[in-house]
């Protein structure tokens, strides 16, 4: 059984800083693209950012160069590193793993499993 969970969610004030965890159990992690996900209210899921299981990074233009995505995998875990937080960014934060490939690899259709989410909150 796949699981994902997330930690690393919370309040934080305009121009600070989380960093989101994930670990990932029942997979093959090493075989994996990651992905964190966000979704505000009233609005659709949208990519975050993304690594393919050989370390390739995408990221959303609203978030690059505020936000890193990195993996471990010898702690099947992916991290997602937030500075300079805006009260836009607020949202449920979702980890997902996918296998597709393709030019299209992180989008989230192409996801397979999902965590549960943690939500972030950036007040003004």
């Known amino acids: 059984q796949v699981q994902l969970v997330e930690s690393g969610g919370g309040l934080v004030q305009a121009g600070g800083s989380l960093r989101h965890s994930c670990a990932a159990s029942?997979?093959?992690?090493?075989?994996?693209?990651m992905g964190w996900y966000r979704q505000a209210p009233g609005k659709e899921r949208e990519l975050v950012a993304a690594v393919g299981s050989k370390g390739r990074t995408y990221y959303a233009a609203s978030v690059k160069g505020r936000f890193t995505i990195s993996r471990d995998n010898a702690k099947n875990t992916v991290y997602l590193q937030m500075n300079s937080l805006k009260p836009e960014d607020t949202a449920v934060y979702y980890c997902?793993?996918?296998?597709?490939?393709?030019?299209?690899?992180?989008?989230?259709?192409?996801?397979?499993?999902w965590g549960k989410g943690t939500l972030v909150t950036v007040s003004p």
């Open positions: 997902a793993a996918g296998k597709k490939y393709g030019s299209m690899w992180y989008d989230p259709s192409n996801m397979s499993y």
């Open positions: 029942g997979l093959t992690f090493g075989t994996y693209h």
